[in-house]
Every structure is written in C-alpha cells, then in structure tokens.
T-cell receptor, first 116, second 111 residues
Framework: DAGVIQSPRHEVTEMGQEVTLRCKPISGHNSLFWYRQTMMRGLELLIYFNNNVPIDDSGMPEDRFSAKMPNASFSTLKIQPSEPRDSAVYFC??????????????FGEGSWLTVV | QQPVQSPQAVILREGEDAVINCSSSKALYSVHWYRQKHGEAPVFLMILLKGGEQKGHEKISASFNEKKQQSSLYLTASQLSYSGTYFCGYHPGAGSYQLTFGKGTKLSVIP
C-alpha cells in the first residue's frame, strides 16, 4: 500500500516567496495532520482535518500559514510570505479514526523547507 | 501541553538495556510511541490504551500507568538498529484524534 505522499521533498526559497506543500493521505484514512519539526520545538501539530473539515488549527503560527483539504485525497499547506524562521521539516500524516483514540497516525517522509 | 520525556539522550553499547520515560500533566487516554531515524519520518512502534496494558514489539516493550499519567519504553538487549530518536505522543481524550508529542529522546547504540 502506498503511504502518505508529500511533495516537494526539499524546497529552498527566498524570504517573501510563497511556499506550497502538498500531501496525499493514505487511501481510506479520514484524518489528516500537518506537523512541523524543529530542533527547538520538536514535533508541533499545526492543524488537523477530519473528513476534510479543519477541526483544530490552534497550532498554526500566524496568518501567513493556511491549509486546505479540498477532497479526501489531497491537502495543501501554504506559507505566504515565507520567513527564515519558517525553515523546518513539515510532515503530513494521516489516520483512520474509528471513534476511539487508539488510531495509529502514519507520517509521510516530510518536506524539508529552507527559507533564505 | 507537551509530555515530558527523560532522558533527553542516552548512549548504549550493543546488548545493554534502556528505559525511556514519558509523563504528562494532563490525563491521558492513550499513549503512542514512535521512532525516528535521522532524515526519515517517525515510524509507529506501539500504542497503549487505558488499563495499564503492556505491549511489546521485538525486544521493545512499554507500559502505561494512567493514574500517574506516565508511560515507559523498555529497550532490551539493544541493537545498532535501535538508534534513533524516540517520541511519545498522547491523545488527550476520547474523540480527540490528534497526537501531542514530547521533544524526544535520542538513543545512540554503539558497537
């Protein structure tokens, strides 16, 4: 089975540019998560969707960040304008929620973003 | 609020044992353990639900004490392949699907 697919794997961009990260969750999974990983903060949850609806976006750092999930098989995380402090690894993850909290979350391989 | 993991880092020789602890100030519904190798995605190891159940995966096992809001990961007879950063994550409650992760414990196994 294909896992969570993210693109691009690596992105280097200049400050002020727009960055769009893409994610295809595992087929049949109805929850999707965007995490950011840095040395200082570890793995932070930015936003999560359940059945394509944003449930909790309290982790989104500021208005420069936005996320969409137009259908069950695609999500984007956009940063506009980007800043050097946004440099991090951005992970997309998905799970199949079953009404309990025992669901396993599967991570994509991450998008390594460097803003110069 | 992030769970607190200890130790932050540990170095083992092959064959030695280690324990990684995870504690939370919030009530835990379930605890998940992941391992991440450098440059790769976190990979699921195991999940523990309320009830103090102990689970195992290869020579790695874990326990969950929901009264103390703590979980521990036990690595027995460590192998070089165990090297990586171990994260615990928790669900705060039923119907909540996101995981909040600790900052990780870096484990290095040397020959």
């Amino acid at each position: 089975d294909a896992g969570v697919i993210q693109s691009p794997r690596h992105e280097v961009t200049e400050m002020g540019q727009e960055v769009t990260l893409r994610c295809k969750p595992i087929s049949g999974h109805n929850s999707l998560f965007w995490y950011r990983q840095t040395m200082m903060r570890g793995l932070e949850l930015l936003i999560y969707f359940n059945n394509n609806v944003p449930i909790d976006d309290s982790g989104m750092p500021e208005d420069r960040f936005s996320a969409k999930m137009p259908n069950a098989s695609f999500s984007t995380l956009k940063i506009q304008p980007s800043e050097p402090r946004d440099s991090a690894v951005y992970f997309c993850a998905s799970s199949r929620t079953t009404g309990s909290s025992g669901n396993t979350i599967y991570f994509g391989e991450g998008s390594w973003l460097t803003v110069v | 609020q992030q769970p607190v993991q200890s130790p932050q880092a540990v170095i083992l020789r092959e064959g030695e044992d280690a324990v990684i602890n995870c504690s939370s100030s919030k009530a835990l519904y379930s605890v998940h353990w992941y391992r991440q190798k450098h440059g790769e995605a976190p990979v699921f190891l195991m999940i523990l639900l309320k009830g103090g159940e102990q689970k195992g995966h290869e020579k790695i096992s874990a326990s969950f004490n929901e009264k103390k809001q703590q979980s521990s990961l036990y690595l027995t007879a460590s192998q070089l392949s165990y090297s990586g950063t171990y994260f615990c994550g928790y669900h705060p409650g039923a119907g909540s699907y996101q995981l909040t992760f600790g900052k990780g414990t870096k484990l290095s196994v040397i020959p």
